[in-house]
């Protein structure tokens, strides 16, 4: 059959050049975030007060490393993911630490060179295994690099409990609001559905429309992903019914706003306030109250899209609904085991080599050059060549930094005062830049350590163990595996590709239901597929060996599931193609 573009000679012609989840994000206003800021201060700062009061320094210097870690790991999801990512990099780094430190006590070179190796493998075989089985793995092996490599005094036990302790704090710090405000995370993610949706429409008819539209469907992408432990009936949690309702409402108004983009055409004004009104009956206090609802028009009669938005003002208006929209986020089963084993040689044998190179320049506490493989070698954590080099850049900013505050900074509270900012700081460049976090990371580890009892001026030797490390992490992946991103963005985006021809070729006999969890899945795997080719694309290239045009493949398969919704929501009984 024809497609809706001919058909359509007046619709805008979309933009030429391809959509990714970067681009478009990176043009949503954000602001700092203040609170995770304050967090990072009150964790690293306090361990180091109590410290000094009670005379326990390094205990104290321990427990702000696991604060430091905590604060690496603390983010802005729903308060049961910080929860657990919090927990397992408490328990995983008490567990390294005790190890590394076990080892070195054994005063056998082997035993530490062993327990490294043993440490890195266990972290590989794990690394490529969901966000939080990697941040696990990254935290037993920081803990054994840190244990096997700063002697501490006092009984065994005692570091990896200062440690654990310093996480627990973070963790407090970090789920505290859950006590007042417990779903609010949640309530968000759905919330910036509809605002993003009323910014489709306004967008309807213009060039700006495609961008305005996908920047909605990672909107609801990502509430999708905040609200999937309450979708599944029997887990759901007292006091998130109207959250499940508001966003089932949100996923239908997604389909009718697809719809509206794909026509082409503008749409009346009243229409377009459809997701404020949809937002301040649902979710009340937000965007409008119920008492300022918008006058609506009569239905478009020539617009299904214009129909499909009246009529869910009138469904929320009316009786809530006795279905539930039970969807299922599309399971990634990530790379292979071949992929898994793999990167977890590569990972032992560069932790490997940089223990021994740091005992051949170092020896001893050469801790510096494997603590920063582990910390560089995370390929599922992003364009691996982009974050060794702000790894580098971050080291040498932070060095400077530390070093020009020492020398004005004197007394003991000082020095606790600097710790606070650069926590700070990294608390906000986890965030936002790797190299803003490696700043403030590296100038309290800097004060951290010579509370430990490591007086040596360092300045410029990390600044070096850090390009070495870089460039030995750098030549033995791009050697070994120079393929693995590609590798991954062509998987991606032939799991993308057929997601999309799932929902063509479904969409128009299935049930609502079916039809939902069909949309969702395809347009969660694009957004997927374009993350994995644009970390490909800043990986270095091969010589004579250009990437293939993925980009145009993925917005096809995106224009093949907002015509498919378009004829949905029309009603269309023809087949797409």
């Known amino acids: 059959?024809?497609?809706?573009?001919?058909?359509?000679?007046?619709?805008?012609?979309?933009?030429?050049?391809?959509?990714?989840?970067?681009?478009?994000?990176?043009?949503?206003?954000?602001?700092?975030?203040?609170?995770?800021?304050?967090r990072g201060a009150v964790a690293l700062a306090l361990p180091l007060l109590v410290g000094l009061a009670t005379g326990w320094v390094v205990l104290a210097a321990i427990a702000a490393i696991g604060?430091?870690?905590?604060?690496?790991?603390?983010?802005?999801?729903?308060?049961?993911?910080?929860?657990?990512?919090?927990?397992?990099?408490?328990?995983?780094?008490?567990?390294?630490?005790?190890?590394?430190?076990?080892?070195l006590r054994s005063g056998q070179p082997a035993a530490v060179a062993g327990c490294l190796v043993a440490a890195a493998l266990v972290a590989g075989g794990v690394g490529l295994r969901g966000r939080i089985a990697s941040v696990s793995g990254m935290q037993l092996l920081l803990g054994v690099t840190i244990g096997s490599g700063i002697p501490v005094p006092g009984p065994w036990w005692q570091p990896p409990?200062?440690?654990?302790?310093?996480?627990?704090?973070?963790?407090?710090?970090?789920?505290?609001p859950w006590l007042w405000r417990r779903h609010h995370v949640e309530r968000a993610a759905v919330l910036a559905v509809y605002e993003s949706a009323g910014e489709a429409l306004a967008a309807a008819g213009t060039e700006a429309a495609e961008e305005a539209r996908l920047r909605m469907t990672l909107a609801l992408n990502h509430a999708h992903e905040v609200m999937a432990p309450h979708l599944?009936?029997?887990?759901?949690?007292?006091?998130?019914?109207?959250?499940?309702?508001?966003?089932?409402y949100a996923v239908r108004l997604g389909e009718a706003v697809t719809a509206v983009v794909w026509e082409g055409r503008a749409l009346p004004p009243g229409l377009t306030r459809v997701?404020?009104?949809?937002?301040?009956?649902?979710?009340?206090?937000?965007?409008?109250?119920?008492?300022?609802?918008?006058?609506?028009?009569?239905?478009?009669?020539?617009?299904?899209?214009?129909?499909?938005?009246?009529?869910?003002?009138?469904?929320v208006d009316g009786e809530p609904e006795g279905f539930d929209l039970e969807l299922r986020l599309p399971a990634d089963d990530g790379p292979g085991r071949a992929a898994r084993v793999r990167y977890a040689l590569l990972l032992a044998g560069c932790v490997l080599a940089a223990h021994v190179l740091a005992e051949v320049l170092h020896r001893p506490r050469g801790y510096w050059l494997p603590m920063t493989v582990a910390f560089v070698y995370k390929p599922d954590f992003g364009p691996l060549f982009p974050r060794a080099l702000h790894r580098c850049v971050g080291t040498i900013v932070g060095v400077a930094a530390i070093g020009a505050v020492s020398a004005a900074a004197t007394g003991t509270y000082a020095v606790v005062g600097v710790v606070?900012?650069?926590?700070?700081?990294?608390?906000?460049?986890?965030?936002?830049?790797?190299?803003?976090?490696?700043?403030?990371?590296?100038?309290?580890?800097?004060?951290?350590?010579?509370?430990?009892?490591?007086?040596?001026?360092?300045?410029?030797?990390?600044?070096?163990?850090?390009a070495l490390a870089s460039a030995l992490v750098l030549v033995a992946h791009f050697?070994?595996?120079?393929?693995?991103?590609?590798?991954?963005?062509?998987?991606?985006?032939?799991?993308a590709v057929a997601a999309a021809r799932r929902y063509r070729d479904a969409a128009l006999e299935a049930g609502p239901v079916q039809r939902q969890s069909l949309r969702r899945a395809a347009y969660h795997q694009l957004a997927e597929a374009r993350r994995t080719v644009?970390?490909?694309?800043?990986?270095?290239?091969?010589?004579?060996?250009?990437?293939?045009?993925?980009?145009?493949?993925?917005?096809?398969?995106e224009q093949l599931c907002d015509q498919v919704t378009g004829h949905v929501v029309a009603g269309a009984a023809s087949p797409v193609r």
């Open 275 to 315: 997701p404020r009104h949809l937002a301040g009956r649902l979710l009340p206090g937000h965007l409008a109250a119920p008492e300022d609802r918008p006058a609506l028009p009569a239905p478009v009669s020539d617009s299904p899209g214009g129909r499909a938005l009246a009529e869910l003002v009138t469904a």
């Open 479 to 495: 050697a070994v595996w120079p393929d693995s991103a590609a590798h991954r963005a062509e998987a991606q985006t032939e799991a």
């Open 232 to 248: 599944a009936r029997g887990r759901r949690q007292a006091g998130t019914g109207d959250l499940v309702r508001a966003f089932h």
């Open 1 to 38: 059959m024809t497609s809706a573009a001919d058909s359509r000679p007046d619709r805008p012609r979309r933009p030429s050049r391809p959509w990714g989840p970067r681009s478009v994000l990176g043009r949503l206003p954000g602001s700092l975030p203040f609170a995770a800021a304050a």
């Open 534 to 557: 644009a970390h490909a694309r800043r990986e270095p290239a091969r010589r004579g060996r250009p990437l293939p045009d993925w980009e145009s493949a993925i917005t096809a398969a």
């Open 67 to 103: 604060a430091l870690w905590g604060v690496s790991q603390d983010g802005s999801d729903p308060y049961r993911v910080r929860v657990r990512r919090l927990g397992w990099t408490g328990v995983s780094s008490a567990l390294g630490l005790l190890a590394g430190e076990v080892a």
């Open 161 to 176: 409990l200062a440690l654990l302790a310093g996480v627990a704090l973070v963790l407090v710090l970090s789920a505290a």
């Open 420 to 466: 606070a900012v650069f926590g700070a700081l990294m608390a906000i460049g986890v965030r936002h830049h790797y190299a803003l976090a490696t700043l403030g990371l590296t100038a309290v580890v800097f004060v951290l350590l010579d509370l430990l009892g490591d007086h040596r001026p360092l300045y410029g030797t990390r600044v070096v163990d850090t």
